[in-house]
Structure formats: C-alpha cells, structure tokens
C-alpha cells in the first residue's frame, strides 16, 4: 500500500518561510515524475512544482523565486521550501508521485496522492 503523507503546513504572515515534506511509505520517490500541487475551495487543483527522473525542475510562474522544491533520497521525501509568502499562497497543498501521463485537463495525473497539508498566510 503507497502512501504518501505531507506535513509542514500552518500560518504564517506575508514573507514569511514554510518548510513542507511529503514522506512516502511503499514508494520510493525518484522513479517517476514527483510533483506539488495546491489547491483553494472552490478553484481547480494547481501545479506549484516539480521534478522529472532526469532531475529536471518546473515551477509554476506563480512561485519562481520563491519556492525551492527539492527531493531527498536519503529520507525519501518531495520537499517544498516557500519563502516570501503572499496571502495568494494560501491553500491545501498535496503531493503526488507517478504520473500515468497527460488527463483529460491537459496536466499530468498520478496514481499517489497525499492527504494534503493546510497553508494560510495573513496579510
């Protein structure tokens, strides 16, 4: 059974830093593409970042600058360094491991998700 289980979220306030960590049990992250998402009620699901198995990185317009995701193989965790924090931000944030390839939407799938971890940044 996979697994993957994110933490770090909280509140912060505006330019504030969050450190969140998506922990895999039964997966091993690297094998496939590895991505973080966040969402708001009411908006659709958004890429935030990610990383290919060539070690490539994407990020979303909305956060270049200013987050850093990164993997680490020794603990096998997808992190997420979010630095200067905008209200914008807030949001639940989910991460997701092995993609089975471009939706219906036009983004890439997965078949693991993450129960999602809660970031709210005051102004």
């Known amino acids: 059974q996979v697994r993957l289980v994110e933490s770090g979220g909280g509140w912060v306030q505006t330019g504030g830093s969050l450190r969140l960590s998506c922990a895999a049990s039964?997966?091993?992250?690297?094998?496939?593409?590895m991505a973080w998402f966040r969402q708001t009620p009411g908006k659709e699901r958004e890429g935030v970042a990610a990383i290919d198995t060539d070690g490539e990185i994407s990020y979303a317009d909305f956060v270049k600058g200013r987050f850093t995701i990164s993997h680490d193989k020794a603990k096998n965790t997808l992190d997420l360094q979010m630095n200067n924090l905008k209200p914008e931000d807030g949001g639940m944030y989910y991460c997701a491991a092995e993609s089975t390839g471009i939706g219906p939407s036009g983004e890439y799938e997965f078949n693991y998700w993450g129960r999602g971890t809660q970031v709210t940044v005051s102004s």
């Open positions: 039964g997966y091993t992250f690297g094998t496939d593409l």
